[in-house]
């Protein structure tokens, strides 16, 4: 089966920029999303096919991917974005999800 | 306004069968799969498959194969989960999701799915 694989946690000032990583082999050769899930919340999507945003998630949210590594970044944190985060992407007729990151801006 | 509506928090004892469901309301239900995540107290999210409510054609993460039933009844707009013998171990909190799929025109076979609206989430509590 295919993985995922997210740190469990980041960390981050308020205004400075949060990467969030989700390795897997040959990544970049599929598409990645990702969602952010706030405490007792649904998750959200907030990036789809790598880097777009759908209508109404904030333009500090940004994604990209490349090789073996897809990367969510968030400029000018807000101490609104703290959440869980987890990548996901299709393989083999499956959603694989990754493990989650929680991001504390501190 | 796109939603999806789930049922009611349950409580279950082991070995009793179960049955939540997800509506959709402003959208055609019919066009897009729709599918359902489970999340155990403070883990991360585990897809357990999809449905394309128009042909039924239904797919199943291999964790979850055999464990669960997901169906759909066209008429009212409505996605189901079901067990036919809750563990304790199902206890959790469940999440449907529209997936939207998108086939990219320069290589129509890294096509990809992806979940764009989700429920507010059912909680299922099993035990004896």
């Known amino acids: 089966s295919y993985d995922l694989t997210q740190p469990p946690s980041v960390s981050v000032s308020p205004g400075q920029t949060a990467s969030i990583t989700c390795s897997g082999d040959q990544l970049g050769f599929k598409y990645v999303s990702w969602y952010q899930q706030k405490p007792g919340q649904s998750p959200v999507l907030v990036i789809y096919h790598d880097s777009k945003r759908p209508s109404g998630i904030p333009e500090r949210f940004s994604g990209s991917n490349a090789v073996n590594t897809a990367t969510l970044t968030i400029s000018g944190t807000q101490a609104m974005d703290e959440a869980d985060f987890y990548c996901q992407a299709w393989d083999s007729n499956t959603v694989v999800l990754g493990g989650g990151t929680k991001l504390t801006v501190l | 306004e796109v939603q999806l509506v789930q049922s009611g928090a349950e409580v279950k004892k082991p070995g009793e069968s179960l049955k939540i469901s997800c509506q959709g309301s402003?959208?055609?239900?019919?066009?897009?799969?729709i599918g359902w995540v489970r999340q155990k107290p403070g883990k991360g999210l585990e897809w357990m498959g999809i449905?394309?409510?128009?042909?039924?054609?239904?797919r199943y993460s291999p964790s979850f194969q055999g464990q669960v039933t997901i169906s759909t009844d066209t008429s009212i707009s409505t996605a189901f989960l079901q067990w036919s013998s809750l563990k304790a171990s199902d206890t959790a909190m469940y999440y449907c999701?529209?997936?939207?799929?998108?086939?990219?025109?320069?290589?129509?076979?890294?096509?990809?799915?992806?979940?764009?609206?989700w429920g507010k989430g059912t909680t299922v509590t099993v035990s004896s």
């Open positions: 999701a529209r997936h939207s799929v998108v086939v990219p025109p320069a290589m129509p076979s890294s096509y990809y799915y992806y979940m764009d609206v």
């Open positions: 402003g959208y055609n239900f019919t066009s897009y799969w």
């Open positions: 449905i394309y409510p128009r042909d039924s054609d239904t």
